[in-house]
């Protein structure tokens, strides 16, 4: 599946997000996290975004989810430029684009039960009433694998995976274009993982989505992506399919992320794939 | 259930081990009521031994707890020396009066913290929060005394307030609308003293707490749904705070009423504080002890209150105590 022939589903222009740390005396120093992102994802596609901590990967996230507003730069989505809009407008937009945080636990709201968290954004939404809702909401629930009775359980009962599981049952709740992964499998453990991966490739088909899947692990990013970008200190460096990249990557950021993952496990990945 | 219980419980006992020490204390000052009689020539020594001893004065100390308690559980509380009555009717008035100034600047005080520290978290470290915290910052080193002192001068100055008491020498005479105006008239300084000087612990309280939660990455996910600002502050952030908040409540319960005793004297409101005063200052030892107890009732009282809040409140405390 190659983006060049299709329409982008989101089209993220020369963004660019500065932070500014302001200190009580000085005008303090200015913080570059993106400088000059520009990338698309087609529909129906996964990219990889891997990069070292702190190269800008989740201020990507958090601005293409429109939870922030890049410095500068256009973000297409829909037909708009949604980097720019009013901020009740933004609201509009953010359902349909989600966003699956690394943390389950912290994720999701400790107070609510697993069946509340899932329904929750519907009956703000007010898509559904009542029966609907109930009947949309465990669903959901064993779309991912959670048996109904676990619907009236509290976050703290979960284990890790299942947190996780849940955490996609919500997002998938409000019918998003485009779900964001920042790290959505790292604390999981490795047969977590791989029934999440698994969970996740079987959801893009029937619900037709597009995911960014945010990581600093190169193997699983070739497992699950269509196609890989390198990120490195606010800019993407390297883009291409991933098992070209892993053969001759050819910017440094990329050769050190290649070399720290073992041959045997970018094997095996890329033969499950 | 059980965990009120054991509650109330817990509750019983704290008032009874302060009962305890509030007579011994009270009863170790030295001197007494009828020291004072000494002084008058006029008065034979045999005269005040045989009253000390109608009073039971000369008795030792456990003997004397016992029959208080006894007079206690009667519902007499002991007997005051100067008012030569039984405690309970003198305080009962009073302790009302104080009651409800602590309730209104209770209330009062939450009803303001809440916003100001929730709007002041929402927009940490940027103007309106730079402009809550400095005020904040400012009431709270103003003692409240001179805060009490402060707003009586400005009431006699401007004569819009009246200086003291509690309602109007014709207050009886008044209609309801009059007499709840006449009412307001008389709150308003003494609560606006304990108010002002509650706020800023309340409210820096509030904004911690909020701001904490804000960061949260299940905020960020409220967000990300789309879901309405002043819904996310008020429906998702203020309840995952709010435990801290709520054991704050009782806490601020207990500070407001020591409050409300020395804004009662300042003010002249007729509460227990300046009945207290004169009870020490002539050594008027029962009457010291019931109104002491009185203010321990009422923050014991609303730390239990807070407790149960939070049971209520907090799923995870039910689901903590069911699994045990």
């Known amino acids: 599946m190659s983006s060049e022939f299709m329409q982008p589903l989101i089209r993220v222009e020369s963004v660019s997000k500065y932070y500014r740390h302001r200190r009580i005396l000085s005008s303090g120093h200015i913080v570059h996290a993106l400088n000059g992102v520009s990338l698309s994802i087609a529909p129906r596609s996964t990219l990889a975004l891997v990069g070292e901590s702190g190269s800008g990967k989740s201020t990507l996230a958090l601005c293409l989810a429109c939870l922030e507003r890049p410095s500068s730069g256009k973000i297409w989505f829909g037909g708009r430029d949604i980097a720019t809009l009013a901020e009740n407008q933004m609201r509009a937009v953010r359902p349909q684009i989600q966003l699956i945080f690394q943390d389950p636990a912290s994720s999701l709201n400790p107070r609510f039960t697993a069946f509340e968290i899932v329904t929750e954004p519907l009956v703000l939404q007010r898509r559904w009433k009542g029966r609907q809702t109930r009947e949309q909401g465990f669903a959901l629930l064993e779309r991912v694998g959670l048996s109904a009775e676990m619907a009236s359980r509290r976050v703290g009962e979960f284990s890790g995976g299942q947190k996780q599981r849940l955490a996609i049952a919500r997002a998938l709740s409000l019918e998003p274009k485009i779900l964001i992964l920042d790290e959505a499998l790292s604390a999981l453990d490795c047969s977590a993982q791989a029934r999440i991966t698994n969970l996740l490739l079987e959801l893009q088909s029937s619900f037709a989505l597009t995911y960014l899947f945010i990581t600093h692990d190169l193997a699983m990013a070739a497992h699950i992506a269509d196609e890989i970008a390198v990120m490195n200190r606010g800019r993407i460096v390297e883009r291409g399919d991933p098992q070209k990249l892993l053969d001759s990557p050819e910017h440094e950021a990329t050769r050190r992320l290649v070399a720290a993952t073992p041959q045997s496990i970018i094997t095996s990945r890329m033969l499950g794939a | ?324």
Not at chain 2, 8 to 28: E, K
Not at chain 2, 136 to 143: D, F, G, Q, S, Y
Not at chain 2, 181 to 190: E, G, I, K, R, S
Not at chain 2, 203 to 219: E, G, K
């Open chain 2, 1 to 324: 259930m059980r965990f009120m219980l054991r509650r109330v419980a817990h509750a019983a006992f704290l008032i009874f081990g302060a009962s305890i020490l509030t007579f011994l204390f009270a009863s170790l000052a030295p001197g007494d009521y009828f020291d004072e009689m000494r002084l008058n020539t006029q008065i034979a020594p045999e005269t005040i031994s045989a009253l000390r001893a109608r009073y039971q004065l000369d008795r030792p100390l456990p003997l004397r707890y016992l029959r208080w308690i006894d007079s206690v559980i009667q519902g007499d509380l002991g007997y005051s020396f100067s008012y030569n009555s039984p405690v309970r009717p003198l305080l009962w008035v009073r302790a009302r009066n104080t009651f409800f100034l602590t309730l209104v600047a209770t209330l009062l005080s939450w009803g303001l913290a809440l916003p100001i520290g929730v709007r002041s978290a929402e927009y940490l470290g940027r103007f309106p929060d730079s402009l809550i915290s400095w005020t904040m910052a400012a009431l709270l080193v103003i003692p409240e005394l001179s805060l009490a002192l402060g707003l009586l001068l400005f009431a006699a100055r401007s004569g819009w307030f009246p200086t003291g008491e509690m309602v109007s020498v014709d207050f009886s005479s008044l209609s309801l609308v009059h007499k709840l105006q006449d009412l307001v008239l008389h709150m308003t300084l003494p609560v606006l003293a304990l108010v002002l000087t509650a706020l800023p612990l309340l409210v820096r309280h509030v904004r911690a707490a909020i701001a904490d939660v804000l960061d949260a990455p299940f905020m960020l996910a409220a967000r990300g749904h789309g879901i309405p600002r002043h819904r996310l502050l008020y429906r998702y952030a203020l309840p995952a705070a709010a435990n801290p908040l709520i054991s704050l409540f009782g806490f601020s319960i207990g500070a407001l009423l020591s409050g409300s005793l020395l804004v009662e004297v300042v003010m002249g409101w007729p509460g227990l504080g300046p009945l207290l005063v004169e009870a020490i200052l002539s050594r008027d030892l029962y009457l010291v002890i019931g109104g002491v107890l009185l203010s321990t009732l009422f923050l014991v009282i609303g730390n239990l209150i807070a407790d149960l809040l939070l049971y209520w409140t907090d799923p995870r405390i039910h689901a903590d105590l069911v699994a045990k």
